[in-house]
T-cell receptor, first 113, second 114 residues
Framework: ETGVTQSPTHLIKTRGQQVTLRCSSQSGHNTVSWYQQALGQGPQFIFQYYREEENGRGNFPPRFSGLQFPNYSSELNVNALELDDSALYLC????????????FGPGTRLTVL | AQTVTQSQPEMSVQEAETVTLSCTYDTSESNYYLFWYKQPPSRQMILVIRQEAYKQQNATENRFSVNFQKAAKSFSLKISDSQLGDTAMYFCAFSRGGYNKLIFGAGTRLAVHP
């Protein structure tokens, strides 16, 4: 069974640029959630995708957007990067149900200069 | 709105001893789930244990057990026979039944010393 994978591991961008982060869900899972974890804090929910549609969103501006593909993999796109976007971005997959547990990938460390 | 509070920023314990990490939460929901996740320096968030709110019995996974006090909205994690590999950040998390979004606490950094 393949776990959740994310790419790239690290990324450095400058303010104003755009970035795309990628996530492959664990086999058998059809739901992907994205979280932002600032240094020294707990993760904050960005949004969730189920059946290629956004299925809930946290308190993040529209410049954070996403996609889910037919194979259930997902992308997180951030436009007009700001310094405060520097964080660890975590992807989690689950099978969409009322009771399912989310399993996390290793994360992408984004640094905005 | 739901909130999760972890009041212990840092804890330390000697190898082979027992340590308890505290978590309290606030919700008006009756159907929800509680989790403890571990995040070692490698950064990957790993599920430690899960508790369904409708279950009165406390969850147990090997050396890890919880004390779930629903009325007090308390969900503490007990680690028995601590090992060096238990050194990590531990996050308490909440999700409302039917909506698979996790709300995390700020975390407790646990150091296990030989």
């Amino acid at each position: 069974e393949t776990g959740v994978t994310q790419s790239p591991t690290h990324l450095i961008k400058t303010r104003g640029q755009q970035v795309t982060l990628r996530c492959s869900s664990q086999s058998g899972h059809n739901t992907v959630s994205w979280y932002q974890q600032a240094l020294g804090q707990g993760p904050q929910f960005i949004f969730q995708y189920y059946r290629e549609e956004e299925n809930g969103r946290g308190n993040f501006p529209p410049r954070f957007s996403g996609l889910q593909f037919p194979n259930y993999s997902s992308e997180l796109n951030v436009n007009a990067l700001e310094l405060d976007d520097s964080a660890l971005y975590l992807c989690a997959s689950s099978f969409h149900s009322r009771t399912d547990t989310q399993y996390f990938g290793p994360g992408t460390r984004l640094t905005v200069l | 709105a739901q909130t999760v509070t972890q009041s212990q920023p840092e804890m330390s314990v000697q190898e082979a001893e027992t340590v308890t990490l505290s978590c309290t939460y606030d919700t008006s929901e009756s159907n929800y789930y509680l989790f403890w996740y571990k995040q070692p320096p490698s950064r990957q968030m790993i599920l430690v244990i899960r508790q369904e709110a409708y279950k009165q019995q406390n969850a147990t996974e090997n050396r890890f057990s919880v004390n779930f006090q629903k009325a007090a909205k308390s969900f503490s994690l007990k680690i028995s026979d601590s090992q060096l590999g238990d050194t990590a950040m531990y996050f308490c998390a909440f999700s409302r039944g039917g909506y698979n979004k996790l709300i995390f606490g700020a975390g407790t950094r646990l150091a296990v010393h030989p």
